[in-house]
């Protein structure tokens, strides 16, 4: 077995089971949400569903006129390494959404700064994530570079007021 | 063909070579692996304190194992073009 | 250059603090070497061959003497005195160990560097040329801009889990030394017909597997809005790129699946939603970073000829040293590739040298270019002398630069678990057979040989006049020949002449390739890749294999 570095494709890897217990970390102050989440199909063939999910090949604008009836949005990681869903959460805080937004699957916690900062609220990763060490993490950076959907003041606005 | 097994060690990335009963950094070290081998690999993958364990083709006798591809003679030896830095049991020359 | 601040420094305190964080977690195995292996990478850590291989960044290739002391110290007291310099302008040092690492980033961030994104499936060091800030032919100095995409490249939350490596490079000259085309974003600053400040955006370069010169996504980007617009090209890339299946994952093959005209229209629609987020640095920061690579304090008036008459002396200057655009100064290139030796290598004596050198005599400014070697930027033509004598009692005064001895060529498979053969050997023999002669050299001119170990690259083979691929043939190591390609602004392609060679074979074709080139030559003064494009492939084929 030779060590490839980083050239392992991801795509391909089963998606985690639809989680419709309570996310096992959660960043907002209203109430879970608990309802059956539906597949992005189900949810824009007209079904009764306040909650999607989004897998890493889908597209998060279809969600766009929707986000009137939508609570939750919970957008799947099958592979940590695959970064399409930090995009999607961009994406939809960027066209303004407010409800939560769940990572679920292979979230491991040194992603979680930066999953925080694109927009996720909530995680349900499939092993549960050591609470010292997700808290050190998000304590971790004092400053950050760039704008993103948390609305951190980037360094360039602390120099220039 | 005889095989060996070899890896890194996960602190210092060192190349190693199973000696029987623990590590070595020396190829001539080395013992060939027989039946044992695929339990022991397990064992080493699951542990995971030593990277990239693997099985290895080798030519000649105990003590004086030659790798069969140029890339483990390299990493058995040394960068070719370093003989200054050889490890020690398998020269630049035999690469 | 540029000088971190207190949030520049606090952001890089952090990283360190989180990746011995991480490290002490793996070596408790609190988390596994799959969960562990891209948060190494994201901070250049690789396992190799022998041991660990650390990547350190420097930023646009510029450092100063104080770094360069840093990288000699690094060298001598965590690896074994020696390290590469690349073909990204980074450095490489080959025999790390993961339980000195945490010390090894200390001693880094004292000098305000680090190794952030040098490896991984994100946003890499940031290219530029090696002569930015003085060349007379350029715009402005193109780094501030490339300290600003570092800057917003730096821990991106959406881009750090992209489906590969992605590789941006800065010029602001029509002269591309920095290979622009043959990155996945490529940037020209120029002013436009109103006089305004901004990029051609070029998109999708590359080598590799699939090589593919970049297609002008935006002929025209205000300087004020490139940081948003790089947002979207990743973004689409991030979204879009694919993820099934490894040799397919660049946006060169993004864009090439697409087609530039729908690949331009996803990221014009991506920048339309991007653009009013208020994303772009405002003007203050660009000038405050502009204003940090001011011109330094130029003597004017300095004498502005040199004293050729030491004749090795003018070798040098004739081959190794350019034009500065201010008088009474030029520009030194120091060639890492000596007789004998390992092309890009220096030993920590070395780059103690050079660092005293350029403190002395450069305005303490070095360059690292991607042909591995280095430049001092800002040297009076009246210290070239004292300069040169310095460097040569060193072995760093190798007149070569351009010629047939200034190989590049990635550390193969002495080194690398990647390669299938070996490329430095082939360097060295080819080197071998001319540099005992400085005028045959000369008189075979501009000839740029690059050796790859590897379908990856990272010799840039398919950008060399002659590059040469290594290759695995039923365990063996083989050697493709490639012929005709150029990573200037005359970007071209090499391509593979016919069948391949083992080690003696490639050597001997190579011979055979630069004797049939002086024979058809139309002049002594056209280079081999002008006999080339000028007679096509088949000549040259001919010599070789008939």
Avoid at chain 1, 79 to 99: E, H
Avoid at chain 3, 392 to 410: E, G, Q, S
Wanted: aromatic fraction near 8%; proline fraction near 5%.
């Amino acid at each position: 077995m030779r060590d490839n570095q980083d050239q392992i494709a991801v795509s391909g890897a089963p998606s985690p089971a639809l989680d419709d217990t309570p996310a096992r970390l959660r960043f907002r102050d209203d109430a879970p949400f608990e309802s059956p989440i539906a597949p992005l199909a189900d949810f824009l063939a007209g079904g009764n569903f306040a909650a999607v999910r989004i897998e890493p090949g889908e597209d998060a604008h279809e969600l766009v006129p929707h986000f009137d009836r939508l609570k939750l949005v919970e957008i799947a990681f099958p592979k940590f390494r695959d970064g399409r869903g930090y995009s999607s959460a961009a994406v939809l805080r960027q066209a303004g959404f407010t409800g939560e937004i769940r990572a679920a699957g292979d979230v491991l916690v040194d992603q979680i700064g930066f999953m925080r900062r694109v927009g996720f609220d909530s995680f349900a990763p499939n092993k549960p994530l050591d609470p010292k060490v997700v808290k050190a993490t998000l304590d971790r950076y004092p400053y950050v570079y760039m704008k993103a959907a948390d609305g951190k003041v980037p360094v360039w606005a602390l120099r220039h007021g | 063909m005889p095989r060996i097994l070899t890896g890194n060690r996960l602190e210092t990335g060192d190349v190693l070579w199973w000696h029987g009963h623990c590590w070595s950094t020396q190829i001539s070290d080395a013992v060939e692996i027989g039946a044992e081998g695929e339990a022991l690999l397990a064992g080493l993958i699951a542990a995971e304190r030593i990277n990239d364990p693997t099985f290895i083709e080798v030519t000649g006798e105990p003590g004086a194992f030659v790798p069969t591809t140029t890339r483990e003679r390299v990493r058995a030896s040394g960068p070719s073009v370093r003989a200054d830095l050889a490890r020690g049991s398998l020269s630049v020359e035999a690469i | 250059m540029y000088r971190y601040d207190q949030y520049d420094q606090a952001i890089v305190d952090a990283r360190v603090a989180e990746f011995k964080d991480q490290v002490g977690r793996r070596l408790r195995n609190e988390i596994t070497e799959d969960q562990f292996k891209p948060l190494r990478l994201m901070n250049g850590l690789y396992l190799q061959l022998h041991a660990y291989m650390l990547r350190v960044a420097i930023p646009y290739g510029t450092l100063s003497g104080t770094q360069m002391r840093m990288l000699a110290h690094i060298a001598r007291t965590y690896d074994r005195d020696y390290g590469h310099f690349t073909t990204r302008q980074n450095i490489q040092y080959n025999w790390i160990k993961l339980e000195q690492f945490s010390d090894l980033l200390d001693d880094l961030s004292k000098v305000e560097m680090h190794a952030f994104q040098t490896s991984g499936n994100c946003i890499r060091n940031i290219s530029s040329d090696q002569f930015a800030g003085a060349a007379a032919d350029e715009i402005a100095d193109p780094r501030p801009y490339a300290e600003l995409l570092r800057q917003w490249s730096t821990l991106h939350p959406e881009f750090s889990f992209l489906p590969r490596k992605f590789k941006i490079a800065v010029i602001a000259s029509d002269s591309d030394r920095a290979a622009i085309q043959l990155h996945d974003i490529g940037l020209q600053l120029y002013r436009n017909a109103a006089g305004m400040l901004g990029f051609r955006v070029y998109v999708g370069g590359g080598m590799g597997r699939t090589p593919i010169i970049g297609k002008v996504v935006r002929e025209f980007i205000p300087v004020g809005q490139f940081l948003s617009y790089s947002e979207a090209i990743l973004r689409v890339y991030n979204r879009h790129g694919r993820r099934d299946n490894i040799y397919k994952a660049r946006i060169k093959i993004l864009v090439t699946e697409l087609g530039i005209e729908e690949f331009t229209r996803q990221v014009e629609a991506e920048w339309a939603t991007l653009e009013p987020l208020g994303l772009d640095a405002p003007q203050a920061e660009y000038d405050r970073i502009i204003a940090q690579f001011a011109d330094p304090a130029y003597e004017i008036g300095a004498p502005d000829t040199i004293d050729l008459s030491d004749p090795d002396f003018k070798l040098w200057v004739d081959q190794n040293v350019h034009a500065h655009k201010q008088p009474g100064y030029a520009i030194a290139t120091i060639s890492l590739k000596p007789k004998s030796g390992i092309p890009g290598d220096a030993s920590s004596a070395q780059m103690d040298v050079i660092a005293d050198l350029a403190d002395k005599y450069a305005h303490d400014e070095i360059r690292v270019t991607h042909s591995q070697n280095l430049v001092l930027a800002h040297v009076k033509k009246a210290d070239l002398y004292a300069m040169w004598q310095a460097l040569a009692a060193a072995d760093l005064a190798t007149p070569n630069l351009d010629l047939v001895t200034d190989i590049i060529a990635c550390p193969g498979m002495d080194y690398c678990t990647l390669a299938n053969a070996r490329s430095i050997p082939i360097a060295q023999k080819i080197a071998a057979k001319f540099e005992n002669s400085i005028s045959e050299q000369r008189d075979i001119g501009e000839l740029k040989i690059k050796v790859s170990g590897c379908i990856n690259g990272c010799g840039h083979h398919h950008a060399g006049h002659i590059g040469i691929l290594g290759v695995d043939k039923k365990g063996e190591e083989a050697y493709q020949l490639l012929l005709g390609g150029s990573g200037a602004e005359d970007a071209s392609l090499a391509k593979i002449l016919g069948p391949g060679f083992d080690e003696n074979g490639i050597i001997d074709a190579v011979d055979k390739l630069i004797a049939f080139y002086r024979s058809a030559r139309s002049a002594p003064t056209e280079r081999f890749l002008d006999t080339y494009r000028r007679l096509g492939a088949a000549p040259f084929k001919e010599a070789v294999y008939a």
